[in-house]
T-cell receptor, first 118, second 115 residues
Framework: DSGVTQTPKHLITATGQRVTLRCSPRSGDLSVYWYQQSLDQGLQFLIQYYNGEERAKGNILERFSAQQFPDLHSELNLSSLELGDSALYFC?????????????????FGEGSWLTVV | GESVGLHLPTLSVQEGDNSIINCAYSNSASDYFIWYKQESGKGPQFIIDIRSNMDKRQGQRVTVLLNKTVKHLSLQIAATQPGDSAVYFCAENMGYGGSQGNLIFGKGTKLSVKP
C-alpha cells in the first residue's frame, strides 16, 4: 500500500457526461500528480499540483481540469467525456515539488480509478 | 513524441533464472531514472532509481544499470520468482532537484515467470 488513496476505483459513464476523480496523497506529501494510462498511449503525465498551486502541465486535454484543496487532496474533473477517455487514471504524490533521489522524496502511485465511457 | 521506450515488450523466464529488462531513452537531458513494477489491477510500485552520475545501483535482488553513452537503462532481477510477474516501466525525469517532478514513462515490458 503506497498510502495514496483514490476514489472511485471503477466508474462507468456515458459519453458527454462529467465525472470527478478524487485523490488523497500520502501523509506529508505536498505534490499531487495525475497520470492517464491507456493501452495505446501508456502512462501519460497530465498535471501536477504543489501545495494548492498548479506546478506542471503535461498532455491534459482542455476538457479536463484539476485542483488541489487546502487539505491537499486533489480532484480531476473530466467533462464532455468521449469513448477515447476510457482509461485508468492514476494519482501520485511526493513530498516536494521536485524529486530528490535517494532521499525518499520520490513519486508514489495510488491504485488508480478505472473509467469506462460507453 | 515519447522519449522513453523499451526493446522487449514481453519477457518470459523460468523461475530461479535472472531477468533483464531493457529500456532506451532519447532525451540526453534526463538525469534521473526510476523503475516501476505494475501488477495487474494495481498502481505502479517504485522498485529502484538511479542518477545520471551513476552507472550501477543495487537493491534487494534488483540491479539497475545505466549507460549514458548509448542512452540505455536496464533492470536486472536475480533469481526471478513468480511474484515478479508484472509489467515493468522505466521512467525518466529531467533535472532532479532542480525541476518539476513529473516523470516520462516508457510503454512497459511484461515479465512472465514460469514455475
Amino acid at each position: 500500500d503506497s498510502g495514496v488513496t483514490q476514489t472511485p476505483k471503477h466508474l462507468i459513464t456515458a459519453t458527454g457526461q462529467r465525472v470527478t476523480l478524487r485523490c488523497s496523497p500520502r501523509s506529508g506529501d505536498l505534490s499531487v500528480y495525475w497520470y492517464q494510462q491507456s493501452l495505446d498511449q501508456g502512462l501519460q503525465f497530465l498535471i501536477q499540483y504543489y501545495n494548492g498551486e498548479e506546478r506542471a502541465k503535461g498532455n491534459i486535454l482542455e476538457r479536463f481540469s484539476a485542483q488541489q484543496f487546502p487539505d491537499l487532496h486533489s480532484e480531476l474533473n473530466l467533462s464532455s467525456l468521449e469513448l477515447g477517455d476510457s482509461a485508468l487514471y492514476f494519482c501520485a504524490s511526493s513530498k516536494s515539488d521536485r524529486i530528490f533521489p535517494f532521499s525518499g522524496n520520490t513519486i508514489y502511485f495510488g491504485e488508480g480509478s478505472w473509467l469506462t465511457v460507453v | 513524441g515519447e522519449s522513453v521506450g523499451l526493446h522487449l515488450p514481453t519477457l518470459s523466464v523460468q523461475e530461479g533464472d535472472n531477468s533483464i529488462i531493457n529500456c532506451a531513452y532519447s532525451n540526453s537531458a534526463s538525469d534521473y531514472f526510476i523503475w516501476y513494477k505494475q501488477e495487474s489491477g494495481k498502481g505502479p510500485q517504485f522498485i529502484i532509481d538511479i542518477r545520471s552520475n551513476m552507472d550501477k545501483r543495487q537493491g534487494q535482488r534488483v540491479t539497475v544499470l545505466l549507460n549514458k553513452t548509448v542512452k540505455h537503462l536496464s533492470l536486472q532481477i536475480a533469481a526471478t520468482q513468480p511474484g515478479d510477474s508484472a509489467v515493468y516501466f522505466c521512467a525518466e525525469n529531467m533535472g532532479y532537484g532542480g525541476s518539476q517532478g513529473n516523470l516520462i514513462f516508457g510503454k512497459g515490458t511484461k515479465l512472465s515467470v514460469k514455475p
